[in-house]
């Protein structure tokens, strides 16, 4: 007898199998299940809501065009974060190349409201942005998507010893910016 969690992987075995042949209806379907989690991984690696809005378009276009290579139905969320890291890097990469004329353009615009929509305090938001993008990319999967180590240094494709040495350095890195917030408040 199949539990609800074994319902669920059969259901989305069977959207990829169709979406692997083309069904555009099975592939928005399954796409959409997991758009908010994209949404959520984008926006903590761009920083604003409509960067994080292109990422999930750039997501949906590149794992629809490729999702023929997806090996491993079972896998289908895991390939998709993947993508969405890839593109939210790539974006990253294009934005540095543009030169910043008035760098203080903030200071006209105001606050961003759009941090409502992340479950992450301002806080956590804050130390996550002080990691590199490799260590960010470690927390991210390991912690706010409770991928296991091992699946974590398959899904950045990274040996599994590389992997525990960043999460490790990340975790030190997290906690030694808590402490000096801890002592600064006091």
Same mark, same amino acid.
């Given at each position: 007898?199949? @539990?609800? *969690?074994?319902?669920? /992987?059969?259901? &989305?075995?069977? !959207?990829?199998?169709?979406?692997? $042949?083309? @069904? ?5 379907? !399954? ?11 984008? %926006?903590?690696? /761009?920083? @604003? ?8 378009? #750039? ?7 490729? &999702?023929?290579?997806? $090996? ?7 390939? =998709?974060?993947?993508?969405?890291? @890839?593109?939210? &890097? ?6 540095? *190349? ?7 353009? #903030?200071? %006209?615009?105001?606050? #961003?409201?759009?941090? *409502?929509?992340?479950? =992450? ?11 590199? #993008?490799?260590?960010?990319? /470690?927390?991210? =999967?390991?912690? %706010? ?9 398959? &899904? !950045? ?16 890195? !997290? ?12």
């Amino acid at each position: 007898m199949c @539990n609800i *969690k074994c319902k669920k /992987v059969i259901a &989305i075995k069977s !959207l990829v199998k169709k979406a692997q $042949k083309g @069904n555009e209806k099975a592939y928005i379907t !399954l796409f959409q299940q997991y758009e908010a989690d994209i949404y959520r991984t984008a %926006y903590v690696y /761009v920083k @604003n809501q409509e960067d994080a809005l292109d990422v999930v378009q #750039e997501t949906a276009y590149r794992s629809f065009a490729t &999702i023929s290579h997806l $090996k491993d139905p079972k896998y289908f969320k895991t390939w =998709l974060i993947r993508i969405t890291i @890839n593109c939210s &890097i790539d974006l990253l990469r294009r934005r540095k *190349k543009v030169v910043q004329l008035k760098p203080d353009y #903030e200071e %006209y615009i105001g606050e #961003e409201s759009e941090t *409502k929509d992340l479950p =992450l305090s301002l806080s956590l938001k804050e130390l996550i942005d002080a990691l590199s #993008e490799e260590e960010k990319s /470690v927390i991210l =999967l390991r912690f %706010y998507h409770d991928y296991t180590i091992r699946e974590t240094a398959e &899904i !950045l494709e990274i040996p599994l010893g590389t992997t525990k040495t960043v999460l490790y350095r990340a975790l030190k890195k !997290l906690r030694k910016q808590v402490d000096e917030e801890d002592v600064h408040e006091r």
